[in-house]
């Protein structure tokens, strides 16, 4: 079984900086494309950034100037480091895994349960 498990986030104040984290565990193949998207009250799910395993990233225009992700691939992990954040920052993040079960599988896309960032003075 393939779980994503989220650490970081809480509250931080305007300006402030935080790193989320997220690691894939279980048995699997391979893994394709790492990110995380966010989701503020009553707003639609965003992406924020993504990682794929080529090497080549995208992040959001709303934040790139703030935000940087990054991968370990050794220990199958992705960072999101977050400065300078904003009362708009303020969501659920989510962690997102596209993965390979196994050699010559279909690649599935998995979900963290999400990890609250709080942006408040």
């Known amino acids: 079984q393939v779980q994503l498990v989220e650490s970081g986030g809480g509250l931080v104040q305007p300006g402030g900086s935080v790193v989320l984290s997220c690691e894939v565990t279980g048995t699997f193949f391979s893994i394709h494309v790492m990110g995380w998207h966010r989701q503020a009250p009553g707003k639609a799910r965003e992406m924020v950034a993504v990682?794929?395993?080529?090497?080549?990233?995208t992040v959001a225009d709303s934040v790139k100037d703030r935000f940087t992700i990054s991968r370990d691939y050794a220990k199958n992990t992705v960072h999101l480091q977050m400065n300078n954040l904003k009362l708009e920052d303020t969501a659920v993040y989510y962690c997102?895994?596209?993965?390979?079960?196994?050699?010559?599988?279909?690649?599935?896309?998995?979900w963290g349960q999400g990890t609250q960032v709080t942006v408040s003075s």
């Open positions: 997102n895994a596209l993965v390979r079960r196994v050699n010559g599988g279909v690649r599935r896309d998995y």
């Open positions: 990682h794929t395993s080529g090497g080549a990233s």
